[in-house]
Structures are given as structure tokens and as C-alpha cells.
Nanobody
Framework: QVQLVESGGGLVQPGGSLRLSCAAS????????MGWYRQAPGKQRELVAT???????NYADSVKGRFTISRDNAKSTVYLQMNSLKPEDTAVYYC????????????????WGQGTQVTVSS
């Protein structure tokens, strides 16, 4: 089956940078849109950035100009480069895929990774 595994989270000072990655494992034929969401304590999970299979991107206003989402289709991996980090970026970041098709033609919808903690603090 398909699983999403995030990595790259950690503690960083304000103004610093982190790069998150999310690799989808399994017998994957195609992944359409992929994205990153985040959730801070006491808050709703919110969309951070998305990227389509062809590379079109969208960003939340709060991260636009600071974060860059990208993907490597050959590796079934999506990345989130986070620059100029602010304390308000502190959250658990979750990888998401809209749908995945395996070589057996099985489709999976709205899959989530386990989350990776990003803490921005002095």
C-alpha cells in the first residue's frame, strides 16, 4: 500500500530555513496533486502549499514569497523549502496527496503523512 513519510522538521531560529521532504512509497504509477498542510496547537489544520503533477503551485498568503514547494515525480517526493521562518510558522507539518494510482490500478484518495514538527524559536 501507499504511505507518506515526512522528514526535515526541527528547531530553527527566526529568519532561518528548513527543507521538508515527503516521500510516497509503494508501487506508484501516478500521483496528481501533492501538498503541505500545517496545524498549530488549538488551531485548525491549514493549507500551506500545493503542487500539481505538471508543476503548477499555489500558496497560502501567509507563506507566499517565503516558501517554495517542488516535486520530483521520479522519486514520488514533494519538498517544501521554508525560508525566512517566523515563530508563527511553528506547527506540525503534514504531507498530503490528492490521489495516487498504483500499477495495479488501485486509487487512494486524500492520504496524509504522520507529520513532522517545525519549531521556530530563539
Amino acid at each position: 500500500q501507499v504511505q507518506l513519510v515526512e522528514s526535515g522538521g526541527g528547531l530553527v531560529q527566526p529568519g532561518g530555513s528548513l527543507r521538508l521532504s515527503c516521500a510516497a512509497s509503494g508501487s506508484i504509477f501516478f500521483i496528481n496533486a501533492m501538498g503541505w498542510y500545517r496545524q498549530a496547537p488549538g488551531k485548525q489544520r491549514e493549507l500551506v502549499a500545493t503542487i500539481t503533477s505538471s508543476g503548477n503551485t499555489n500558496y497560502a498568503d501567509s507563506v507566499k514569497g517565503r516558501f517554495t514547494i517542488s516535486r520530483d515525480n521520479a522519486k514520488s517526493t514533494v519538498y517544501l523549502q521554508m525560508n525566512s521562518l517566523k515563530p508563527e510558522d511553528t506547527a506540525v507539518y503534514y504531507c498530503n496527496v490528492d490521489s495516487v494510482q498504483t500499477y495495479s490500478s488501485t486509487r487512494y484518495y486524500k492520504l496524509w503523512g504522520q507529520g513532522t514538527q517545525v519549531t521556530v524559536s530563539s
